[in-house]
Structure formats: C-alpha cells, structure tokens
C-alpha cells in the first residue's frame, strides 16, 4: 500500500467519524449547527489561525473530497479490480435487454411519474417548513 494511498484511508475514516457525530449532535442532542467534531475542530484551527471558519470548513471538505476521489479513482489502476464483475451477467437483474421496447419506455415513464411524485412530497414538506 502507498504513503498516499493509507493518508487517504486515514481522512476516509476521519471523514466516516466526523459524519457519525454530526449526525449524533443532529439527532440525539438537537444541535442542528454542528459540523461534526473534527469540521468544528478545522473551523477552530482556521479561527486560531486568523482566517474565517467557513475557509477551515472549506478546507475540511476539499481534503474529504479529494480522499474520497483518490479512493474510487485509485481502484482503476490497480489491475484484476474488475475481474468478479466479467463473470457476472450484465443484465441479471432488471432483464432491460431482453424487455420489449413499448414495455421498456412504460418502464421509464413510470420512473418518471415515481420521480415526480416523490419531488412533488420533497417540496410540499420542505415549503411546510419553511413556512413555520
């Protein structure tokens, strides 16, 4: 394993933690502001440091981002990656190349409308929120 390759691992797992106590704070002591403790630990360093903590916040998700790019994208290089995926079958379990075309547009269509609905409810409660 690369120097590179265990740094992003270590701010993968940072990240993981960050994420579990934000919803912590969000869920189980109603802190709706909290960033997580190591955001709120980059927003302190930032403050200490003499810039604003939204830039130690910025910076927190820029290095969060990139980990998580160098996770994905860093699996292309390695060669035999993809080897379980050839012998699966490509089509198993939606059979899309074997449904008849009037059949696969209703399909899609009926995504669409499921979709919407779904946009339709996201937006009459987030407008009921806004609201109150």
């Known amino acids: 394993m690369t120097p590179l ?3 992003a691992g270590a701010v993968l797992v940072t990240d993981g933690a960050n994420g579990i ?3 912590i704070a969000h869920y189980v002591m109603d802190n709706k502001q909290s960033e997580g403790l190591v955001a709120e ?4 360093t930032a403050a200490f ?3 604003s903590p939204d830039s130690g916040l910025g910076i927190y998700k820029s290095i969060s981002l990139v980990a998580n790019a160098y996770s994905v994208f860093g699996l292309f290089r390695r060669p035999g990656t993809w080897r ?3 012998y699966l079958p490509a089509d ?3 059979k899309v190349s074997t449904m008849s075309r009037p059949k696969l547009t209703m399909k899609i269509v009926g995504y669409g409308v499921k979709a919407k609905v779904i946009f339709d409810l ?6 009921a929120l806004n609201e109150s």
């Open 84 to 86: 379980l995926f050839r």
């Open 21 to 23: 106590s934000k919803e």
């Open 122 to 127: 996201m937006s009459v409660t987030d407008a």
């Open 5 to 7: 390759g265990i740094l």
């Open 92 to 94: 198993y379990y939606r």
């Open 49 to 51: 440091m003499g810039f």
């Open 41 to 44: 630990a980059a927003m302190s």
